[in-house]
């Protein structure tokens, strides 16, 4: 994609150079004990292209839960299972103005799959005989999607999600009381956090959002993982809400699809041409990395990946 690699490299660095001037903004996400655990300088940026290139910085072997970035998936596997009206017909698709774990934009339904009711709702659409089967076909797609065997539990950050989950148990049982589904809402809430649990590295992000700028297709021999139009869907609502509350101004300034997590990670994707990750622990009140949410903007401009131009 990028004819000068040696040229790119070096945009690249005066990117990463600007946008850690912003390294001592924000907190880690401290409502979560074992996310409070993490070095709040951590830093890491993969970009990996639809034609092969990679590039890597920092520390980018650096181990980090997915969070809120398993919303992606779930509604991945939820389009994979369902059909797209029996999807939407539990989930909205519309931008809201409140935190992502506000009871607030709950209708009759979630406003949309980024917010946590929504991705509450994504998780009880996956289908499995059991709890156990459900989680295991999400981590296998995470492993096919990124291409990398390293994907794995952490099973910390789950014990100290769940033991500090009350806000989302609540959300779970209160849309369980909606109908929105009928299967047990511990169950439901579990699957959730276990998806939110999932534990990669920026490389794997970034591939993920390769295989999107891709159209869905396998970057090496181009067999298709995701079909074209949940593509579309998956990466429409990134646009439109992958960013909190942020989500208008960040399209706005950044002009790309993303999705960020409160462990500080966010995957970029730019259709057509690459998947990006950045990872820096320290959050902005909405819960988006300082750092991550500066560089992809410096990398739009710089780089000339603003979707919209």
């Given at each position: 994609?990028?004819?000068?690699?040696?040229?790119?490299?070096?945009?690249?660095?005066?990117?990463?150079?600007?946008?850690?001037?912003?390294?001592?903004?924000?907190?880690?996400?401290?409502?979560?004990?074992?996310?409070?655990?993490?070095?709040?300088?951590?830093?890491?940026?993969?970009?990996?292209?639809?034609?092969?290139?990679?590039?890597?910085?920092?520390?980018?072997?650096?181990?980090?839960?997915?969070?809120?970035?398993?919303?992606?998936?779930?509604?991945?596997?939820?389009?994979?299972?369902?059909?797209?009206?029996?999807?939407?017909?539990?989930?909205?698709?519309?931008?809201?103005?409140?935190?992502?774990?506000?009871?607030?934009?709950?209708?009759?339904?979630?406003?949309?799959?980024?917010?946590?009711?929504?991705?509450?709702?994504?998780?009880?659409?996956?289908?499995?005989?059991?709890?156990?089967?459900?989680?295991?076909?999400?981590?296998?797609?995470?492993?096919?999607?990124?291409?990398?065997?390293?994907?794995?539990?952490?099973?910390?950050?789950?014990?100290?999600?769940?033991?500090?989950?009350?806000?989302?148990?609540?959300?779970?049982?209160?849309?369980?009381?909606?109908?929105?589904?009928?299967?047990?809402?511990?169950?439901?809430?579990?699957?959730?956090?276990?998806?939110?649990?999932?534990?990669?590295?920026?490389?794997?992000?970034?591939?993920?959002?390769?295989?999107?700028?891709?159209?869905?297709?396998?970057?090496?021999?181009?067999?298709?993982?995701?079909?074209?139009?949940?593509?579309?869907?998956?990466?429409?609502?990134?646009?439109?809400?992958?960013?909190?509350?942020?989500?208008?101004?960040?399209?706005?300034?950044?002009?790309?699809?993303?999705?960020?997590?409160?462990?500080?990670?966010?995957l970029g994707v730019v259709p057509g041409?690459?998947?990006?990750?950045?990872?820096?622990?320290?959050?902005?009140?909405?819960?988006?990395?300082?750092?991550?949410?500066?560089?992809?903007?410096?990398?739009?401009?710089?780089?000339?990946?603003?979707i919209f131009l």
């Amino acid at each position: 994609m990028f004819k000068d690699k040696e040229k790119t490299i070096e945009i690249i660095e005066k990117s990463i150079k600007k946008s850690l001037v912003h390294s001592n903004e924000g907190d880690v996400a401290s409502y979560i004990p074992e996310l409070a655990n993490v070095d709040p300088t951590d830093f890491a940026l993969s970009i990996i292209c639809v034609d092969g290139q990679e590039y890597n910085f920092g520390d980018y072997n650096k181990l980090f839960s997915i969070q809120s970035i398993s919303k992606v998936i779930s509604l991945i596997m939820a389009l994979n299972d369902n059909n797209v009206d029996e999807v939407f017909e539990k989930v909205g698709t519309e931008p809201t103005k409140y935190k992502f774990n506000s009871l607030i934009p709950i209708d009759d339904i979630a406003a949309n799959p980024f917010i946590n009711a929504g991705a509450i709702t994504t998780s009880s659409l996956i289908k499995g005989k059991n709890l156990d089967e459900k989680f295991n076909r999400v981590v296998n797609m995470v492993k096919k999607l990124s291409n990398s065997d390293n994907i794995i539990f952490l099973e910390k950050v789950y014990k100290s999600e769940m033991d500090t989950t009350d806000v989302n148990r609540s959300i779970a049982y209160y849309l369980r009381s909606k109908k929105i589904f009928s299967l047990d809402a511990e169950e439901v809430l579990d699957l959730y956090i276990r998806n939110c649990s999932i534990g990669l590295h920026s490389t794997d992000l970034a591939h993920i959002g390769a295989l999107l700028a891709n159209g869905g297709k396998n970057l090496s021999n181009g067999s298709e993982i995701i079909s074209k139009d949940s593509v579309r869907i998956v990466l429409a609502q990134m646009a439109s809400c992958g960013m909190y509350e942020e989500s208008g101004r960040f399209l706005l300034e950044v002009g790309m699809p993303s999705k960020s997590g409160v462990s500080g990670a966010i995957l970029g994707v730019v259709p057509g041409k690459c998947g990006i990750c950045v990872y820096s622990p320290r959050l902005d009140k909405s819960g988006n990395s300082v750092v991550g949410k500066n560089l992809l903007k410096s990398l739009s401009e710089d780089l000339d990946l603003n979707i919209f131009l």
